[in-house]
């Protein structure tokens, strides 16, 4: 059998095996083997994750995480199967018992939270949490707001465990394996890094990260898009044609009029300037067939309108024929320079934040009343992207 690694990295025993997952699989399951696994064989794992648990330095003389072990509120009651449950017991005799709900790709579940809620209020003489883990701030924040729970980020798992002294073979595997997936904080962009881009083999990759972390991360179903937009399940982050963006079809089967939304790194496709001549762009495009839609009158119409409302904080607006707009597939094309966007955010976090903050008014300044929506409707559609 030949494993599945990626050549761009030194091998990985859990990237290898997790690219061996049937499909489709239960992300959360897996990575929830990895992390109890991880607790159970790494000297000092599971003391430094349940002192980040219960927000004070424990000194653990025995821990074991389980996974999917069923739970009981009553005889007469259905079983309950949190993602992991931790047993431990302090060097003073004090027993504590952790039970964790995972998220990965799969949205945080009220109703599934509230029901483990009830197992924390059984009497008992242990001490108990409910733990929550997410991978964006979306899944952490509705957690928080459903009940009494610790609700974290991979990334606080990966920092945690990232400080463990003498870190065995696994837990190292592990932490590149999250690292691997966007499960890890990742580093910020850095102006230097962006001037540099052209020769910089890792800063494509990191712009993919980026338009992932957007996709999968914060706002992950969109709101602020119209329905078309959000319906569609081919929604993807693609490296073409001078772009790193998250495409959006119209519908399924149908691409225009599509919407990308990311980072524009090489102008010469786009046929635009860069609004900065030391960064590349943060993007926004509507795009349909030009031999298909040669004169979208009643979307340039209501573009045309927004425009202004969209050239602020210096943001380049430009729509179809306009100067400075020489691609035929261009309805809009919205750009701001990526350096002015992320300004003053240091951390990935941070970034991420403030780029959605951006995308987020642009797409309110754009379809808050509907009118551009319903113009949209009218394009003629193609069935498969150019």
Same mark, same amino acid.
């Given at each position: 059998?030949?494993?599945?690694?990626?050549?761009?990295?030194?091998?990985?025993?859990?990237?290898?095996?997790?690219?061996?997952?049937?499909?489709?699989?239960?992300?959360?399951?897996?990575?929830?083997?990895?992390?109890?696994?991880?607790?159970?064989?790494?000297?000092?794992?599971?003391? =430094?994750?349940?002192?980040?648990?219960?927000?004070?330095?424990?000194?653990?003389?025995? =821990?074991?995480?389980?996974?999917?072990?069923?739970?009981?509120?009553?005889?007469?009651?259905?079983?309950?199967?949190?993602?992991?449950?931790?047993? =431990?017991?302090?060097?003073?005799?004090?027993?504590?018992?952790?039970?964790?709900?995972?998220?990965?790709?799969?949205?945080?579940?009220?109703?599934q939270l509230r029901k483990y809620t009830e197992l924390i209020r059984r009497p008992d003489k242990t001490?108990?949490?409910?733990? !929550?883990?997410?991978?964006?701030?979306?899944?952490?924040?509705? =957690?928080?707001?459903t009940c009494e729970l610790k609700a974290f980020l991979w990334e606080d798992v990966h920092a945690v465990l990232a400080t463990v002294p003498d870190p065995t073979v696994m837990l190292k595997e592990f932490l590149t394996f999250m690292d691997t997936h966007g499960l890890g904080p990742g580093k910020a962009i850095t102006p230097d890094l962006i001037k540099a881009f052209m020769t910089s083999q890792g800063f494509l990759g990191q712009l993919k990260r980026y338009a992932n972390k957007l996709l999968n991360g914060n706002g992950c179903d969109w709101p602020f898009l119209p329905q078309p937009y959000r319906a569609g399940v081919n929604r993807n982050v693609r490296d073409r044609w001078g772009r790193v963006a998250i495409e959006f079809p119209w519908s399924e089967g149908r691409w225009s009029p599509a919407m990308t939304i990311g980072f524009l790194y090489n102008r010469d496709n786009h046929a635009v300037e860069f609004t900065s001549?030391?960064?590349?762009?943060?993007?926004?495009?509507?795009?349909?067939?030009?031999?298909?839609?040669?004169?979208?009158?009643?979307?340039?119409?209501?573009?045309?309108?927004?425009?202004?409302?969209?050239?602020?904080?210096?943001?380049?607006?430009?729509?179809?024929?306009?100067?400075?707009?020489?691609?035929?597939?261009?309805?809009?094309?919205?750009?701001?320079?990526?350096?002015?966007?992320?300004?003053?955010?240091?951390?990935?976090?941070?970034?991420?934040?403030?780029?959605?903050?951006?995308?987020?008014?642009?797409?309110?300044?754009? !379809?808050?009343?509907g009118q551009l929506e319903a113009a949209l409707r009218t394009i003629q559609s193609d069935s498969r992207p150019p």
């Open positions: 059998m030949t494993w599945p690694v990626d050549s761009s990295q030194e091998p990985n025993l859990f990237v290898s095996l997790f690219a061996l997952l049937p499909s489709p699989a239960p992300k959360e399951n897996f990575l929830s083997e990895l992390f109890a696994y991880i607790l159970n064989t790494a000297d000092g794992a599971a003391e =430094a994750w349940l002192s980040k648990v219960f927000s004070a330095p424990l000194s653990v003389a025995r =821990a074991r995480a389980t996974t999917r072990t069923a739970a009981t509120l009553g005889e007469a009651d259905p079983a309950l199967f949190p993602d992991m449950k931790i047993e =431990a017991e302090m060097h003073s005799g004090q027993c504590m018992t952790v039970y964790s709900e995972h998220k990965w790709t799969s949205p945080c579940s009220s109703e001490e108990q949490r409910l733990v !929550f883990v997410g991978l964006t701030p979306t899944q952490v924040t509705k =957690a928080r707001e001549p030391d960064s590349i762009d943060l993007l926004l495009r509507i795009e349909a067939k030009p031999e298909t839609n040669p004169n979208p009158a009643a979307v340039l119409d209501v573009l045309r309108r927004l425009v202004p409302q969209l050239q602020r904080n210096d943001t380049r607006a430009l729509t179809k024929g306009q100067r400075g707009n020489g691609n035929e597939w261009s309805l809009l094309i919205v750009q701001r320079s990526l350096a002015r966007a992320i300004e003053g955010q240091g951390t990935e976090r941070e970034q991420l934040d403030a780029i959605h903050r951006q995308i987020k008014e642009w797409c309110a300044t754009l !379809f808050s009343d």
